[in-house]
């Protein structure tokens, strides 16, 4: 039998999930003789500058900056088949070539890595997750860290560094990685302006700032699609621990008026209707539940946080997205009556769906904006700004709290 040769790329994962690939081609087929072809490609190569120049700097065109020399190398003949990262695919694949088969997804979560001997150091797993908690919070964290005995903490954008690190007894811990997710430009400018935020890079189209060390944010854009698109990026390639979606929304309550805030109790969509085939409103066949629940940590922690800038202002329920800016009565009614929420917007659902898809932590935050009424074409150009900045500002000060619990 000939032998299956498969490219990839020579990093740590690369490798990892080729021979995870070649372990399940084994199991099928135990005759099976397989060899791995290691390839550079640009994203691997042009180190000196940022990821998303890489493109326009190697003339890679459409193609994942990490995917086209392999690509080129299984036209060529050169490999049988090759093994990538889902995150480094582009969009729209080349149609000479398909997806054939994707390993199983393991859990997304943070994952404390320590060297073998520094784990006698602590004496149970609450001590560990102390220890985790210090590592996460970085420098703020630094010395509690040092108080429990750990000569230094790690955490950067680049875990094989960090890994590295830990072997090498340079540090004792590593944690493997809170967002702000927003829909419109307008909604991120101020934490923009007010914070030393710097651009991670560009992805889908989409930049992508860090905050500040551990919280990342981005614009991606309005509607359910780029939603669920960039919450996805969140999970896949940032390995985010927690998603704090915002920005602003229409009162679906007469209790609600404008400036008052909402903090998801969940989210379920207004407009996916497969009522005919015997489904609730609002239910996507394959899940189990209607409305995605928030977290409830996270409830608690962004309705403090609100509180505390517009009290007596913030209620506690669900929020109903869909791709529909609602400005006419009779709209309004009818997502009332198939959804009992009490604002509605285009993005939230879409991203609770995909944190609960990942088993991810979410809330919604929502500065009302308009009366989601006849009058909303009035009222959404006058509070829009007012209502984003708040917002935003409440999500920052939450999220701080959040990465320091």
């Known amino acids: 039998m000939s032998t299956l040769r498969i490219g990839t790329r020579g990093s740590e994962l690369a490798l990892a999930q080729t021979h995870q690939a070649i372990a399940a081609l084994k199991a099928a087929n135990p005759e099976l003789e397989c060899s791995i072809t290691i390839i550079s490609t640009a994203g691997d190569q042009r180190t000196d500058i940022p990821l998303h120049m890489v493109n326009s700097a190697t003339n890679t065109g459409d193609k994942g900056v990490f995917i086209a020399a392999i690509e080129e190398a299984l036209a060529a003949g050169e490999i049988d088949c090759a093994v990538h990262s889902l995150k480094d695919m582009p969009g729209v694949l080349d149609s000479r070539f398909e997806l054939a088969a994707v390993l199983p997804r393991e859990e997304i979560q943070d994952v404390l890595v320590m060297k073998a001997d520094a784990v006698a150091n602590y004496a149970d797993a609450a001590s560990l997750v102390d220890l985790a908690v210090a590592v996460e919070n970085g420098s703020a964290g630094q010395s509690a860290a040092e108080e429990a005995g750990v000569k230094n903490i790690v955490l950067v954008q680049d875990q094989g560094a960090a890994l590295m690190e830990v072997a090498a007894g340079t540090s004792d811990a590593c944690v493997i990685d809170i967002t702000m997710a927003y829909a419109m430009t307008g909604e991120i400018e101020s934490i923009l302006r007010d914070t030393n935020a710097r651009l991670l890079e560009t992805v889908c189209g ?135 929420a009490l604002c509605t917007e285009m993005e939230g659902a879409a991203i609770a769906q995909t944190a609960y898809r990942n088993n991810l932590p979410f809330v919604i935050l929502r500065a009302i904006s308009d009366k989601a009424d006849d009058s909303a074409e009035m009222d959404y150009p006058t509070f829009e700004a007012i209502a984003a900045k708040q917002c935003a500002a409440i999500t920052y000060a939450f999220a701080g709290k959040l990465k320091n619990a």
């Open 206 to 340: 989409v930049p992508f700032y860090e905050i500040e060390e551990g919280i990342i944010a981005y614009a991606g854009g309005v509607g359910k699609v780029n939603a669920a698109m960039c919450a996805q990026i969140l999970c896949s390639v940032y390995s985010v621990s927690h998603i704090v979606n915002t920005g602003i929304a229409g009162s679906l309550c007469a209790q609600l008026d404008i400036g008052d805030l909402v903090v998801s109790k969940d989210a379920m969509y207004h407009d996916f209707d497969c009522v005919h085939f015997g489904y609730e409103c609002g239910r996507v066949p394959g899940m189990d539940v209607v409305a995605f629940p928030a977290d409830e940590a996270m409830i608690g922690y962004a309705c403090a946080a609100a509180e505390a800038v517009n009290p007596g202002h913030v209620r506690v329920g669900r929020v109903a997205s869909g791709d529909l800016f609602v400005a006419e009565k009779a709209a309004k009614e009818k997502i009332i009556e198939n959804t009992q």
